[in-house]
């Protein structure tokens, strides 16, 4: 496994991904933001023998992280990896000195919050729909 900084060619194949995963999926443009011109933007790419398996996303705000996206394919999930990409958000973290990661969840994700609770997270308030 490896994980890297995501670059331009891999836009098309995060877009399946997102489709795969998610009713409202990030679109090409909002990807394409994210990876040249949002300066606190990283996403960071899960690789097995050059196919993508997963992904993360994260704005480095100054004193926080703010994770952006998460997504494992399907045929993948269940396997750790999205515990291993939550792990290497949170070394980055770490390494800004910052104290805080932030995320929102949909409250009908299950999977999502299962993983997130794992990593050590706690639900610190719920938004109306």
């Known amino acids: 496994m490896l994980i890297r900084k995501m670059e331009c060619l891999d836009i098309d194949k995060i877009v399946e991904i997102e489709k ?3 009713t409202s999926p990030w679109d090409k443009d ?4 994210e990876v040249e011109k949002n300066a606190f933007s990283t996403i960071l790419i899960l690789e097995n023998n050059d196919e993508i398996v997963g992904y993360i996303g994260m704005w480095l705000l100054g004193d926080q992280t703010q994770i952006t996206t998460l997504g494992i394919r399907k045929m993948y999930q269940g396997r750790g990896y999205g ?4 792990d290497k958000c949170e070394e ?9 990661i932030n995320l929102e969840v949909r409250v009908s994700n299950e999977k999502a919050i299962s993983l997130y609770k794992k990593c050590g997270f706690k639900i610190v308030a719920t938004r109306k729909n």
């Open 30 to 33: 909002a990807l394409y933001y």
């Open 20 to 22: 795969e995963l998610f």
């Open 92 to 100: 980055i973290t770490k390494m800004q000195g910052y104290p805080n």
């Open 83 to 86: 515990k291993l990409l939550m």
